[in-house]
């Protein structure tokens, strides 16, 4: 990306985070415009330009020859995940980002009107959540009933949050019964905070896990497994975009490509490794293959129902436990772009899971 475009990006975050301060967090407003009746164009011109915050796609768009067939201009912005994207798209600075389930919910609840336009989880069988909840040594925790009176990490406005209140839920605790520590879930801020006795427990996800056992599990570190699904991934787009025509357009390509990204990664382990984990990330082969190994294989469904019930529960929860007002999960989700990326996988001739 052109230097001065990221210059304009960085300015108008900078204002998205000073309006983003300035609101409540229990501030109602309306959102979830309806999209359905707007017919998306056949063709998309190639004079459309989309912003997309998807780091990882773009290398993989890269490593698998795809990104100069793109057919419109993408301007790619190094961020992704909730807090960042929603920021870039109040600064009208993003059109696309790849984020997990619980920003498009903290979106609704601040005014922030968004869709949901693609959906991926792992396959089953389900062999790793992408977070385990790492315990400190010496908490004395051996199961989830051990929670009560822990002192456990808590991002509210991040999957990390709503996973921490899934697992109290499952374990049949409270927010009252444990002790819940606001911290941000960035960088390996959970691991040193369960590494020097701040936390009990934290969920730590991927390489986290591995990293943390390592440094820690000699003196008695350890992590127990949730047995929670944690695993959706999203394409996620600012309401405003999708309601344009050709950007609306861009968006059923970009899903195609995004589709196709998937499954290439999937089908080439060793040079995704290489090329991403490695030579992007600056991460070691070792942790790169134990990552390929973790993420398993990608599920894309071209039914969306069992999407949208996992994440109404999620709101549901969420409003419970954080006093917030509940809404129907299928204002978030675009369904016009419902069956765009299994689709373009059968066209491929590669199958599409179910998501229960």
């Known amino acids: 990306m052109p230097e001065s475009t990221l210059t304009t990006i960085a300015a108008t975050l900078s204002a998205a985070l000073l309006l983003t301060s300035c609101t409540g967090a229990t501030q109602s407003t309306v959102t979830g415009k309806e999209l359905s009746d707007e017919k998306i164009p056949a063709a998309v011109s190639p004079d459309t330009t989309l912003t997309v915050g998807a780091p990882q796609l773009k290398v993989a768009l890269e490593l698998s020859g795809q990104i100069d067939k793109l057919p419109f201009t993408v301007e790619w912005a190094n961020i992704s995940g909730g807090p960042k994207c929603s920021e870039a798209f109040r600064a009208g600075a993003l059109d696309v980002c790849s984020a997990a389930e619980i920003p498009s919910i903290n979106a609704h609840w601040t005014g922030l009107d968004t869709k949901l336009v693609a959906a991926k989880f792992r396959k089953e069988p389900f062999r790793h959540p992408v977070y385990e909840l790492g315990?400190?040594?010496?908490?004395?925790?051996?199961?989830?009933?051990?929670?009560?009176?822990?002192?456990?990490?808590?991002?509210?406005?991040?999957?990390?949050?709503?996973?921490?209140?899934?697992i109290l839920e499952r374990a049949g605790l409270t927010q009252?019964?444990?002790?819940?520590?606001?911290?941000?879930?960035?960088?390996?801020?959970?691991?040193?905070?369960?590494?020097?006795?701040?936390?009990?427990?934290?969920?730590?996800?991927?390489?986290?896990?591995?990293?943390?056992?390592?440094?820690?599990?000699?003196?008695?570190?350890?992590?127990?497994?949730h047995g929670l699904r944690d695993d959706p991934e999203h394409l996620w787009a600012l309401t405003d975009s999708v309601g344009d025509g050709q950007k609306s357009a861009a968006v059923r390509e970009l899903i195609t490509f995004w589709a196709r990204a998937q499954i290439w990664i999937d089908k080439h382990p060793k040079e995704w490794?290489?090329?991403?984990?490695?030579k992007d990330q600056g991460l070691s082969r070792e942790d790169g293959a134990y990552l390929v190994e973790r993420n398993g294989h990608p599920d894309i469904p071209a039914d969306w129902s069992g999407a949208i019930r996992r994440q109404q529960q999620t709101?549901?929860?969420?409003?419970?436990?954080?006093?917030?007002?509940?809404?129907?999960?299928?204002?978030?989700?675009?369904?016009?772009?419902?069956?765009?990326?299994?689709?373009?996988?059968?066209?491929?001739?590669?199958?599409e899971g179910k998501t229960p």
Request: charged fraction near 25%; hydrophobic fraction near 40%; aromatic fraction near 8%.
């Open 135 to 166: 315990i400190a040594p010496g908490a004395g925790i051996r199961t989830l009933a051990d929670l009560r009176g822990k002192k456990i990490a808590y991002s509210p406005g991040q999957a990390q949050g709503a996973l921490v209140l899934r």
């Open 315 to 351: 709101i549901d929860l969420l409003a419970k436990k954080q006093n917030r007002e509940p809404f129907t999960a299928d204002i978030l989700f675009d369904r016009r772009y419902e069956s765009v990326a299994a689709e373009a996988l059968a066209g491929d001739g590669n199958g």
């Open 176 to 225: 009252e019964d444990v002790q819940l520590v606001e911290l941000a879930s960035t960088d390996d801020v959970y691991p040193t905070a369960l590494g020097n006795g701040q936390v009990d427990a934290a969920p730590i996800g991927d390489v986290n896990v591995k990293r943390y056992l390592t440094k820690y599990g000699r003196t008695g570190g350890t992590t127990i497994k």
């Open 273 to 278: 490794v290489d090329g991403y984990y490695v």
